[in-house]
């Protein structure tokens, strides 16, 4: 049931319809390195296949739970043969969130130079798990996770290739599939074709929900999916809504949530919602991370649910958050602006000479009499606060 052909895929309009960066790769026969980011299921593996088969390029595939450097080595040597052939090599690397920074420099050249186009399929958030250097090369696409809708587009064009019909399976058994498949096309598929051999007859709901066992977390009748859990879980925490706050939590660790991405969006919090209000916070919130990465799962659970219980809890303050927007405001408006000598550094005489630091007294709270900031911004207010 993998489409083949671009006008096939089902959902990621925003990528593949016409005059979006998918459709305007092909449609230009120009490969280029890109980094998939979305949920299982999504079709990250379905896109990166259909880009090669369209651009006339050569596809390999690797994974990066089982491939090592001598894989790499061998299809950058097929990439280069192809290259003097004057044939583009697509090297498509499932999960490459799994390599290590050593395993993901060792494509930088390879992409550098163009013997490979490379393609990084993830789950994760690429800012956090792929070096900068290779993101920097590379075009981050967003999926998102696949609507009930789409998943329901999806079981329907299997049923009419399986010659399923209405009678066989029934609106209330598709619809029942959709929402147990947590978004995940494939978890749709395998619990249709479970389903299909576990009765010669109509395939109800309670066929269904044999085959699934039970329900994924993290979807629902709504279609609520990974990105609108951890937006509830986060403004949870900022309503001062502990119950709430942790029953988020569950849904998303239930769901097999990464605890680091959980994790990280606390750290993130507890200097953006929180503050000044209780900077240590922030120290609950890293130390919660550090024991994440040193506990794992399960037991990492009880950091996590002690650290969203206090976020939730105490008194939030946007005084960080408000004063770091309106400094990057300034600093865009006003990127040149001459420092004042009084606040420069002198390190030679010549400087010195020049009245660099002048008048500058090396003690607590002393302020020059020009001020600390550019003339053109003097009385700028950025820190709003105690």
Not at 9 to 17: A, F, K, N, P, S
Not at 316 to 328: H, L, N, V
Request: glycine share 6%; hydrophobic share 40%; aromatic share 6%.
């Amino acid at each position: 049931m993998r489409p083949e052909k671009l006008e096939n895929i089902v959902g990621q309009h925003h990528l593949v319809d016409t005059g979006k960066i998918i459709h305007e790769i092909i449609e230009h026969k120009q490969p280029t390195s890109l980094i998939l980011w979305g949920p299982p299921g999504s079709g990250k593996t379905t896109l990166a296949r259909i880009i090669a088969k369209e651009t006339n390029a050569e596809f390999v595939e690797l994974s990066a739970v089982t491939a090592g450097k001598a894989d790499i080595t061998k299809v950058v040597s097929q990439a280069e043969v192809n290259q003097r052939l004057g044939l583009q090599t697509i090297l498509f690397v499932d999960e490459i969130h799994r390599f290590s920074k050593s395993q993901q420099d060792a494509f930088l050249p390879h992409v550098e130079h163009g013997t490979i186009v490379l393609i990084g399929a993830t789950t994760e958030n690429p800012s956090f798990e792929v070096i900068n250097p290779l993101l920097s090369r590379s075009r981050v696409l967003i999926l998102e996770p696949l609507t009930k809708d789409d998943i329901v587009t999806i079981i329907k064009k299997a049923a009419k290739a399986e010659n399923l019909t209405v009678k066989r399976l029934p609106k209330e058994s598709i619809d029942l599939l959709a929402e147990l498949s947590g978004g995940d096309a494939r978890v749709a598929l395998g619990n249709l074709e479970l389903a299909e051999q576990l009765t010669n007859g109509k395939i109800t709901a309670d066929i269904v929900t044999t085959a699934a066992q039970k329900r994924l977390p993290g979807y629902d009748k709504k279609g609520e999916n990974h990105y609108n859990v951890i937006s509830a879980f986060i403004k949870s925490m900022r309503g001062s809504d502990p119950s709430a706050t942790l029953y988020y939590l569950a849904r998303m660790l239930n769901a097999g949530e990464d605890p680091k991405f959980v994790a990280r969006r606390m750290v993130i919090f507890a200097s953006e919602d929180v503050g000044l209000e209780a900077s240590a916070a922030l120290n609950l919130a890293v130390a919660t991370f550090q024991a994440v990465e040193r506990i794992g799962m399960p037991e990492c659970k009880y950091a996590l649910f002690h650290c969203a219980t206090v976020l939730a809890k105490t008194k939030k303050s946007r005084t960080i958050a408000d004063a770091m927007s309106r400094a990057e405001s300034a600093a865009r408006d006003f990127p040149d602006l001459p420092v004042p000598l009084a606040v420069r550094n002198a390190p030679t005489k010549l400087m010195q000479e020049l009245g660099y630091n002048k008048g500058y007294k090396w003690q607590a709270n002393f302020k020059p009499a020009e001020g600390f900031l550019p003339d053109e911004i003097k009385g700028l207010k950025i820190f709003d606060g105690s």
